[in-house]
């Protein structure tokens, strides 16, 4: 059965009420070690994949045997991590200690459409354990552990090791339909065409927005590496797009209605981001629209939110950080622009619309950063 993803939104603070009660009446010290070892049955998952068990599975169901002998494996081991993931709904044992995936687990095999398991791989890379294994050193000084340990930007790094730029790629490609659809959902793109995606990665979320909308058109627009797999991502709508690739801190691609800048100011400090909106803002038309797609902080305390979650990834690889919509309106009085509104999507992503705040100016755009 499949549930929509709004109900499941609007059951989470439920949900999360639920769990923080679980914690209360635990034994303290047992709810502190449920997070502190957190990260095992995540590695353990991780592990799963890496040695081609999740995608085994998801072909028949198999004992640690089978799948030891087929893919050269120990027996022992491969039983002990997956009876700890059957603690998580991922696995499920059956008769005669034979393993299948859940319908959680399924989306661990890379053959299954909307797989996450690169983004399951890219959670547990060395190159993100090392640094979380100093954040402390953030704590203290308030840099990003990645630059610590790495001497470099991540999106340098990224660049240097294709490995890495691979891996990020296609980890943000595995999640990005979760937020995709309800981006064009939530928004009326028929009067808004062109559509530019700015830092739009391989295209999921244009790709989205142009399956809803057959007759817009697109710009996809990133660094050669990250749209190097967009003719294969963008499938159909590929002949609705034109790719361009360059650096949006130069420029961003001219002549479209709509820019759509999603996941891409939480990666870059307030300076960084005003730059990035002051391009936006030179090739805004007098009737554009800027569309941020990211979690919006709310202000109230004491709860799970989604937003802080992604902003401790923020506080660990980049000078980012997740807004609240004060602080988008901020910037974007910095660059030249205002907010309109915000508007909630199924996803936990919100879009703020904004647009020129002087759209006789546009052309010019000298007093701008
Ligand atoms: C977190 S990803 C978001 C991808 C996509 N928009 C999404 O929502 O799934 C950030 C994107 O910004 C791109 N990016 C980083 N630095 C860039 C630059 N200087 N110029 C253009 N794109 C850049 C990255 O390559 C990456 O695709």
Redesign the pocket.
């Known amino acids: 059965m499949k549930i929509p993803l709004a109900l499941v939104r609007a059951a989470t603070p439920f949900v999360m009420w639920g769990a923080s009660l679980r914690r209360r009446v635990l034994p303290p010290q047992l709810a502190m070690l449920e997070l502190a070892t957190a990260i095992w049955p995540a590695l353990a998952l991780r592990a799963t994949i890496k040695v081609g068990v999740a995608d085994r599975l998801a072909k028949h169901p198999a004992t640690p045997g089978e799948l030891a002998r087929d893919l050269g494996l120990h027996e022992q081991s491969v039983r002990r991590v997956l009876r700890l993931l059957s603690g998580y709904d991922i696995v499920r044992e059956g008769r005669g200690g034979r393993f299948e995936l859940t319908r959680i687990g399924r989306y661990a095999a890379r053959d299954t459409r909307e797989s996450v398991a690169d983004f399951v791989r890219y959670a547990g890379e060395a190159w993100q354990l090392g640094p979380m294994e100093r954040l402390d050193e953030t704590l203290r000084t308030g840099v990003p552990a990645f630059e610590i340990v790495h001497g470099s930007t991540f ?1 340098e790094y990224a660049s240097s090791h294709p490995e890495v730029g691979e891996l990020f ?1 296609s980890a ?2 595995s ?2 339909p979760l937020y995709g659809a309800a981006v064009a959902n939530a928004y009326d793109f028929s009067q808004t065409s062109p559509v530019a ?1 700015v ?3 391989s295209g ?2 244009l790709r989205a927005i142009l399956r809803a909308y057959p007759n817009a058109t697109g710009v996809l ?3 050669p ?2 749209i190097s797999h967009a003719p294969h991502v963008l499938g159909e709508e590929y002949a609705r797009v034109r790719v361009e690739a ?4 130069d420029r961003v691609p001219p002549g479209a209605r709509t820019y759509v800048l ?3 100011l939480h ?1 870059w400090d307030d300076e960084r981001a005003i730059k990035i909106l002051s391009n936006v803002r030179k090739e805004l038309p007098a009737d554009g629209r800027v569309l941020i ?1 990211e979690t919006v902080l709310g202000d109230k305390p004491n709860r799970w939110s989604a937003g802080n979650l992604t902003d401790a990834q923020m506080l660990l690889l980049v000078r980012g950080r997740e807004r609240s919509r004060v602080e988008f309106e901020t910037l974007f009085a910095r660059a030249g622009l205002h907010a309109v509104r915000v508007i909630p999507t199924s996803a936990a992503e919100s879009i703020i619309e904004a647009v020129a705040s002087n759209p006789a100016g546009v052309a010019g755009g000298d007093d701008l950063v």
């Open positions: 999106f790629d943000m490609t999640v990005a995606d830092g739009g990665g999921l979320v627009f990133d660094l590496g990250a360059g650096d949006f801190f999603s996941h891409v990666n797609v």
